[in-house]
């Protein structure tokens, strides 16, 4: 099944976008992770070096994970792909699927009934 990372022209410009999307959210870990250590040297004065570096790795990996991982979300559903996944899974309740996905399945009263649809 094609989608549209197929299209040189729109897989350049997806992942620009991704790049981009990658580009601010580096920025704002950066400025999570110095806001969180300002507010630890407010609440707790000095720190060691170790405890520092610790503080931004963890706050700026952690906000940088997110983002990096939101940024693939928006790259998978505009690219296509999400739509090709929703497209077989549909298939797979209509019973056109695979084999095995979508057969019959026993309810609560032990009758076989297609899943997603009534006995």
Known sequence: MANDLDDPDYAAFAWARFRWMLRIMAGVSVVAA???LAG???WIGSMHWVTAAATLGGVGGSVMLGGALMALVFLSNGSGHDAAVDSVQRRSRSGTGQAGIGRG???RSGR???AGGSP
Do not use: F, G
């Open 40 to 42: 630890i040297w407010w």
């Open 105 to 107: 399945v026993p309810d």
């Open 34 to 36: 110095l806001v969180a």
């Open 112 to 114: 076989h009934s297609r």
